[in-house]
């Protein structure tokens, strides 16, 4: 796993709320994306993290900029089991 963060925050300001989210499926199997804006309480800041061999790996990014945060994550749906070293499977 990679993760790699940085965040100034207005520490007078406890504010955070959803103003749009969305997401789906793409056209492979497994596979999915989010996208979120929020309004949060940070001046600047920004997120990266990259996972692999765990549940619902997969990569993500933020940036926060007064006040505004934008996400977006792509990620599998399934989860990983330690002891085969392979993707669950679900009959």
């Known amino acids: 796993?990679?993760?790699l963060s940085f965040t100034l925050s207005n520490p007078f300001?406890?504010?955070?709320?959803s103003v749009y989210d969305t997401s789906g499926k793409t056209w492979m199997p497994h596979k999915f994306w989010e996208?979120?804006?929020y309004k949060n309480s940070a001046i600047i800041?920004?997120?990266f993290d990259l996972t692999m061999r765990q549940d619902h790996a997969g990569f993500?990014?933020?940036f926060e900029l007064f006040g505004w945060r934008v996400d977006y994550?792509?990620?599998d749906s399934r989860h990983w089991n330690?002891?085969?070293d392979c993707w669950e499977v679900y009959e």
């Open 1 to 3: 796993m990679i993760n």
């Open 35 to 37: 996208f979120g804006v």
């Open 60 to 62: 993500g990014f933020s």
């Open 13 to 17: 300001s406890s504010r955070y709320s």
């Open 45 to 47: 800041g920004f997120s």
């Open 73 to 75: 994550r792509f990620y």
């Open 82 to 84: 330690d002891e085969t």
